[in-house]
């Protein structure tokens, strides 16, 4: 099993997290409409959604990257 297949393995298994748990905090948020909820998404759901967007774009970029130096070496 290549690097570059365990970099986009994982890159697919965090952006099924991801969109899991944005579902999963939109359904919630139907029910939770307090200040406590606009607190919490606002201290971590928002952060952590930034944070998840930049590592999936830095594992596309490694996975770009290595797939080209695979493609260099043979």
């Known amino acids: ?3 570059a297949m ?4 994982a ?3 965090l952006s099924k997290a991801a969109k899991d748990l944005n579902q999963h905090w939109r359904e919630l948020r139907q029910s939770w409409r307090d200040d406590n909820a606009a ?5 971590y759901i928002q952060p952590l959604d930034h944070e998840l967007r930049k590592a999936k774009l830095a594992m596309e970029q490694l996975g770009n ?8 070496c043979q």
């Open 11 to 13: 890159h697919a298994r």
């Open 39 to 43: 607190s919490f998404e606002k201290n």
């Open 1 to 3: 099993r290549s690097v």
């Open 65 to 72: 990257l290595i797939a080209s130096i695979k493609s260099d």
């Open 6 to 9: 365990s970099v986009n393995d």
